[in-house]
């Protein structure tokens, strides 16, 4: 099965740079997404196809891959930015298809 | 722009079978997305139940594969979800969402604000 790792926790200043990383087995190979989730609301997407940003996401907010991690950025970080950030990919295995999640990274903005 | 609402009872005995209804407004489902299932267990994060396309093909999490099945109705613009033989661990918030796939990817680019199903007796 494939895996998919991320910081449990990450904080940041406001105004400085919020950068989140997914690692996982060739993520270079694959297409990533990042998805912004706040308490109560539902799952916002952030980031496609590991760079896009899709209609009304800030410009402030981009992603990129470096050798074997993914990576959320964030810059000049806001209170509003707070929430949890899922790093996802699909996966062919040898007799199916997958989509994995990250297990969540929450940004703290203090 | 699409909206997906998802509606279903909120408690459900254990071995018993959890339905849920996605109902999307403001978009076809007849056109070329996937419409998919994901739960938030409590404290822990995101997983894919699975997805299912306008005729009806689908994708399933293999950790769940025995027990799911997904279905569309085109004619009520709406997609559904049936777990079977649930337990405790299925306790969860599940959200339905709109599925971008094509042969390189796959990302949920709408979702629903999630409906929250408790199992117990």
């Known amino acids: 099965s494939y895996e998919l790792t991320q910081p449990p926790s990450v904080s940041v200043a406001p105004g400085e740079t919020a950068t989140i990383t997914c690692g996982g087995r060739?993520?270079?190979?694959?297409?990533v997404n990042w998805y912004q989730k706040r308490p109560g609301q539902a799952p916002l997407l952030v980031i496609y196809?590991?760079?896009d940003r899709p209609s009304g996401i800030p410009e402030r907010f981009s992603g990129s891959i470096f050798e074997n991690a993914a990576t959320l950025t964030i810059a000049r970080a806001e209170a509003g930015d707070e929430a949890d950030y899922y790093c996802?990919?699909?996966?062919?295995?040898?007799?199916?298809?997958?989509?994995?999640f990250g297990g969540g990274t929450k940004l703290s903005v203090l | 722009q699409v909206q997906l609402q998802e509606s279903g009872p909120g408690l459900v005995k254990p071995s018993e079978t959890l339905s849920l209804t996605c109902t999307v407004s403001?978009?076809?489902?007849?056109?070329?997305?996937?419409w998919a299932w994901i739960r938030q267990t409590p404290g822990k994060g995101l997983e894919w139940i699975g997805s299912?396309?306008?005729?009806?093909?689908?994708n399933y999490n293999p950790s769940l594969r025995s027990r799911v099945a997904l279905s569309v109705d085109t004619s009520k613009n709406e997609f559904s979800m049936e777990l079977r033989s649930v337990t405790a661990a299925d306790t969860a918030i599940y959200h339905c969402?709109?599925?971008?796939?094509?042969?390189?990817?796959?990302?949920?680019?709408?979702w629903g604000q999630g409906t929250l199903v408790s199992v117990s007796s």
């Open positions: 969402a709109r599925a971008a796939v094509t042969d390189k990817t796959y990302y949920f680019d709408s």
């Open positions: 403001d978009y076809s489902i007849k056109y070329q997305f996937y």
């Open positions: 299912v396309y306008r005729g009806g093909s689908t």
């Open positions: 060739n993520i270079g190979d694959k297409l």
């Open positions: 196809d590991e760079s």
């Open positions: 996802q990919v699909w996966h062919r295995g040898r007799d199916d298809l997958d989509v994995i």
